[in-house]
């Protein structure tokens, strides 16, 4: 079984830090992409950031500069540097990954998510 596990959401002041992170097991295939997305009450889920295996990355253009992903393929970890962060940024986060498996199939394996709440 893949699992997929968030941690280090939490209750933060405005312009506060968090770091999230996301790690990946039970799985022995390539993972292509790992990254984050996000969901506020009422709201879809939104592209925070997300960076695949090569390095490449995306990033939600209104997040750069304060959101920083980063990677470790060892570790099938992904990491989700949040700083300055505003009370819209309250969000549900969650972890996204995609593995590849024989031929082109590619699966996709969400998180249960973790909380972030930023108070004024």
């Known amino acids: 079984q893949v699992h997929v596990v968030e941690s280090g959401g939490g209750l933060v002041q405005a312009g506060g830090s968090l770091k999230l992170s996301c790690v990946v097991s039970?799985?022995?295939?390539?993972?292509?992409?790992m990254g984050w997305y996000r969901q506020a009450p009422g709201l879809s889920r939104e592209l925070v950031a997300v960076?695949?295996?090569?390095?490449?990355?995306n990033h939600a253009d209104s997040l750069k500069g304060r959101f920083t992903i980063s990677r470790d393929n060892a570790k099938n970890t992904v990491v989700l540097q949040v700083n300055d962060l505003k009370p819209e940024d309250t969000a549900v986060y969650y972890c996204?990954?995609?593995?590849?498996?024989?031929?082109?199939?590619?699966?996709?394996?969400w998180g249960q998510g973790t909380q972030v709440t930023v108070s004024s």
């Open positions: 996204l990954v995609i593995i590849s498996k024989s031929g082109s199939a590619k699966f996709q394996y």
């Open positions: 039970g799985t022995t295939f390539s993972i292509n992409d």
């Open positions: 960076v695949s295996s090569d390095g490449s990355s």
